[in-house]
């Protein structure tokens, strides 16, 4: 068993890797199970440290493992968080260089390991020629998804600042066009893009960190304010899985959400240091669910404001029109309104 929370942690592929250096004195390694990294496996040991060095095999496959467990990461980068990388030579394994070099020689490794910032910055240099307008752009464009994966502002913009020097280029107006030019979202990844501020966001990670602490709350009457046809239908999926399976792991639920974006917030509700008692976890749950239940209701009011001032778009009149028929009961006012959205 690993301390409760240590310094830091070796991530290494294999279950040899991590008996070669236990055996060595090397006793806070953990193991991948392979070189499919995946992001719960790094939410979960981010819950142990802040500090990680990634140490797979020197063969192709590790330095692809490597470069995977960067692209992982990218959501989850806080400044308080290090990961560094250290490279094996090609036909080498953590396992195999410890028992030829030793302790000493594997910790320096880890003294001399490369940041993930500087793993990350040599990578996009090496993928095209940056002497060439053609080959900045190309190097740009890799860049876009990856960049726009951070959460954290405030190393975003430091990425942002640095990709502009690097391919001498405005990179944060390539940035912004490539996320406005996505437009084929499915109805979930809808939701988290309009929510206007961060506060509904905040309020859907309440209810996510509620359920994980408390599964018995997903049988809370309250849900039933979020009406089946709502975008936040998502909700009641979480709901439904927790009031069938109370004693499953989180991480199950985690690996049943399939849209990347949900998932990202029920992984950061994951890891989440806040602990609740169930009281206080019932109370957020409440207080959440009635924010999200009330931002639904705006919306209606919003673009009702919008046609009445004859500012609505085509798309928004679509919305409205969508709100209104799913009502379980369609109001007078609202199918004069109907119609008069339908005329040309």
């Known amino acids: 068993m690993i301390e409760k929370r240590p310094e830091c942690l070796f991530l290494v592929e294999g279950y040899m890797d991590v008996i070669g250096l236990h055996q060595h004195g090397i006793k806070n390694a953990i193991a991948s199970s392979g070189t499919a990294f995946t992001p719960e496996q790094l939410r979960k040991i981010l819950s142990y440290t802040n500090k990680i060095y990634v140490v797979f095999d020197g063969d192709e496959a ?38 030829e070099k030793g ?73 912004d066009g490539a996320t406005n030019i996505v437009q084929d979202l499915s109805k979930a990844e809808e939701v988290i893009k309009k929510i206007p ?28 304010s979020i009406k089946k046809d709502s975008k936040f239908m998502f909700l009641h999926n979480v709901r439904d899985f927790y009031k069938a399976n109370p004693q499953a792991a989180p991480s199950i639920m985690f690996e049943q959400i399939e849209n990347e974006k949900i998932k990202n917030l029920f992984g950061e509700a994951l890891v989440s240091e806040i602990k609740l008692s169930e009281e206080n976890a019932k109370k957020m749950l409440y207080d959440c669910i009635d924010l999200i239940s009330k931002s639904e209701k705006d919306r209606q ?44």
Request: proline fraction near 3%; glycine fraction near 2%.
């Open 62 to 99: 590790g330095q692809k493992a490597s470069w995977r467990a960067v692209e992982n990461a990218l959501p989850l980068l806080r400044e308080d968080i290090k990961i560094n990388f250290i490279f094996l030579k090609p036909g080498d394994d953590p396992d195999s260089f410890i028992k």
């Open 103 to 175: 302790k000493e020689a594997f910790l320096k490794l880890a003294d001399e390991s490369t940041s993930f910032s500087d793993y990350f910055l040599k990578t996009l240099k090496k993928h095209d020629d940056l002497s060439t307008i053609e080959g900045r752009s190309l190097v740009a464009q890799f860049a876009v998804p990856l960049i726009d994966k951070i959460a954290n502002p405030t190393l975003k913009e430091a990425y942002i600042s640095e990709i502009s020097h690097i391919c001498d280029l405005d990179f944060r107006k390539l940035l």
């Open 197 to 224: 501020t961060s506060v509904i966001r905040k309020s859907v990670m309440g209810v996510f960190t509620a359920l994980i602490q408390y599964p018995v709350l997903a049988n809370e009457r309250n849900f039933d």
């Open 301 to 344: 009011e919003t673009l009702k404001e919008k046609y009445n001032m004859q500012e609505i778009t085509s798309a928004e009149k679509r919305e409205l029109q969508q709100i209104i028929l799913k009502k379980d009961v369609i109001s007078e006012e609202d199918q004069i309104l109907l119609k008069k959205l339908s005329s040309k």
